[in-house]
């Protein structure tokens, strides 16, 4: 993600301002004391790169589109946006952290008892993460009633279930790894596996939990109890970590390199795959052991199979998709895919059979993630706006009514309960909320006080990939 810096208040006309001092005022809640990162990237010279000057001051003046980044061109000079973007520049000291590290800052607690009712359906369970309280709301899906709650801290991805749903994982920016017990509905294990983490993953028997670390660059594998077994030195950014489904195998991306790590288990073997350019981004085909990958500096979509090591095929576009925020659906047989955009008010619908575009939808804004489920006729996207917009699945058809959750608030990330028949929508607000919809009459029919809801994660559809899942559910998405 580009530069990502918080509210910076504009200096004196006649008072050269003070990047250092300024970061700490204004930019450090977010990207860390020490440009570490936190809710947004870390900020140093090897991070930035890739990044113009020029790109990274329209960023701070401008804003980034599809971030919480707004413009404050209005409210700073030049002067100052550039003396930031110079100490964003600046190289940090080496940053060590690794295995007898991550051993020594691993507590285990003691979770109790039982707790958890045998009336509650696991694969009905709901996870929300409230990114402004830092917590995990734990919900029973059938009656939408917290069960729990728990404390994570800035959390970035999506929590992770086993397949036999007695744990959770979650990692924030800054490292931590909490290990959450759904037996006992209490947190179990806390582990500070780096500095700054991309993301983790969790094998479907919960034997191994990886997390990509952009501080200090490694792949770090854990066993389901959090103790570190190996640390692997990275020498580009990881892009994310993911479990291949129906592989034995962990698979990590790069944003700089023109690689791709697997990760064989239980042996931990490593092998690397050559590409024709790095991919920044991409998605698992669900029921292939193919990718759908993208970079920022490319021009297009590719279609890769791990097996064969080939590109498959490939599709022009000007606007880098949000592929881990897509979703794959069928209809008469067939599996097509919906992609959103970055910068660009459009949805992509891609024939994942012939891999050709078959319809182009134009959006009220561009938005982050595109959603469905069998159960649902629609696909559900948000457009970074306080709409979420309606795209009919047999017909391909934008419709004409949009869902309004809470009018002048954001309306974003789509999730289903475990058999589709609700949808919930994040009101992205501090006074916001999980709306619950009908997902076939658009009716609502529950609403849940939360602040700054920014995911929803349902066990089934986020472990449906381990079940030998069905055609046409949404794809997994960080």
Not at 251 to 280: A, H, Q, T
Not at 470 to 476: D, R, T, V
């Amino acid at each position: 993600m580009l530069l990502a810096l918080a509210l910076v208040s504009s200096a004196a006309a006649d008072t050269e301002p003070d990047p250092s001092a300024l970061y700490q005022e204004h930019c450090a809640s977010c990207h860390g004391a020490e440009r570490y990162g936190g809710y947004a990237p870390p900020l140093y010279s090897e991070a930035l790169a890739r990044k113009k000057d020029d790109a990274l001051l329209r960023g701070i003046l401008e804003g980034l589109p599809n971030t919480q980044m707004p413009a404050f061109g209005d409210r700073m000079d030049e002067a100052a946006a550039k003396g930031l973007v110079e100490f964003a520049r600046r190289p940090l000291p080496e940053v060590a952290w690794g295995v007898d590290a991550i051993a020594a800052s691993r507590v285990e607690e003691d979770p109790g008892a039982d707790r958890i009712s045998p009336s509650i359906r696991r694969d009905a369970l709901i996870l929300v993460v409230e990114r402004a309280t830092g917590s995990i709301s734990v919900l029973d899906g059938d009656r939408l009633s917290e069960l729990d709650r728990f404390s994570v801290g800035r959390i970035h991805g999506g929590p992770k279930f086993d397949r036999d749903l007695h744990r959770v994982y979650a990692v924030t920016r800054d490292g931590t790894v909490v290990e959450y017990d759904i037996d006992r509905l209490a947190l179990r294990t806390r582990v500070k596996v780096g500095v700054n983490t991309r993301n983790i993953a969790v094998s479907p028997d919960g034997a191994f939990v990886a997390a990509a670390n952009q501080l200090p660059r490694s792949l770090v594998i854990m066993d389901a109890q959090l103790r570190p077994i190996r640390s692997i030195p990275l020498t580009a950014q990881p892009s994310g970590v993911y479990f291949v489904p129906g592989q034995q195998h962990f698979i990590l991306g790069f944003r700089d390199e023109s690689k791709l790590l697997i990760v064989s288990l239980p042996d931990l073997g490593l092998r690397w795959l050559e590409l024709p350019e790095p991919f920044e981004d991409f998605i698992l085909v669900p029921g292939r052991n193919q990718i759908v990958a993208s970079s920022r500096k490319g021009k297009r979509l590719i279609l890769y199979d791990l097996a064969s090591e080939r590109i498959l095929g490939t599709l022009p576009t000007n606007g880098l998709p949000h592929l881990f925020s897509a979703c794959f659906f069928g209809e008469d047989g067939a599996r097509r895919a919906a992609f959103n955009h970055i910068g660009v008010p459009r949805l992509s619908i891609v024939d994942m059979e012939s891999f050709e575009i078959l319809r182009e939808i134009p959006l009220k804004g561009s938005g982050y993630f595109v959603r469905t489920h069998t159960a649902t006729p629609f696909l559900w996207v948000d457009s970074n706006t306080e709409e979420i917009e309606l795209v009919e699945k047999s017909t391909l058809r934008l419709l004409e009514r949009t869902l309004h959750p809470a009018p002048g608030k954001k309306a974003m990330h789509v999730e289903f309960t475990a058999e589709g028949d609700k949808a919930l929508v994040s009101v992205w607000h501090a006074d916001g909320a999980v709306v619950a919809y009908d997902s076939t009459t658009l009716a609502e029919v529950a609403r849940l006080p939360y602040a700054m809801p920014v995911g929803k994660y349902n066990a089934r559809n986020r472990t449906r990939d381990f079940r030998r899942p069905k055609a046409g559910i949404e794809s997994p998405s960080e």
